[in-house]
């Protein structure tokens, strides 16, 4: 099952990858955007580089406003005018959901976004960064449980065996 992050954006004021990339190493966190992003271009899976590790991300798509509302009247009074929106599409991954979360907070932080979670009421900057630690944590846990193997218990031979 897909979740969307949608970002309510002034097109005017979509950043460039540089500019992006500047607002999220400001936030203070090991996120690094792919080398060849490009803001308006890019659709589909744009992978980062969390904490060091390549191939957490999401689904981006850079849409018109009136495409993502179509007359929804939540939507369009959480838009409040903004024309263009960022949609970040994640399945269950806890670290895709934290680079959703970075780059979210980065959009509000620096280039006056509004973020709805799949239309509900926007969260403040500051609740959405509180966020990122513990999701974070529980993307070590669920590595940890993704990557726990069987363990292989060797048999011991028979005590009559042993001389």
């Known amino acids: 099952?897909?979740?969307?992050q949608y970002a309510f954006i002034s097109r005017s004021r979509v950043p460039n990858r540089s500019e992006l990339q500047s607002s999220i190493d400001a936030l203070g966190f090991d996120l690094k955007l792919h080398p060849e992003h490009t803001p308006f271009e890019d659709s589909g899976?744009?992978?980062f580089t969390l904490n060091g590790e390549e191939g957490p991300g999401f689904e981006i798509q850079y849409v018109p406003t009136s495409e993502v509302i179509a007359g929804d009247k939540s939507l369009q009074e959480i838009a409040a005018g903004r024309?263009?929106?960022i949609s970040m599409a994640w399945h269950g991954s806890m670290?895709?959901?934290a680079?959703?979360?970075i780059v979210s907070c980065a959009l509000i932080k620096d280039f006056e976004s509004v973020v709805s979670y799949e239309g509900d009421?926007?969260?403040?900057?500051?609740n959405l960064l509180s966020e990122i630690p513990g999701v974070l944590l529980d993307a070590q846990a669920q590595e940890a449980r993704t990557t726990n193997r069987p363990v292989h218990i060797e048999k011991k031979k028979p005590w009559w065996k042993i001389w």
């Open 99 to 101: 680079c959703v979360l």
């Open 121 to 126: 009421p926007p969260e403040p900057l500051e």
């Open 95 to 97: 670290k895709d959901l």
């Open 1 to 4: 099952m897909s979740n969307v």
């Open 83 to 85: 024309d263009h929106c």
């Open 45 to 47: 899976f744009l992978p």
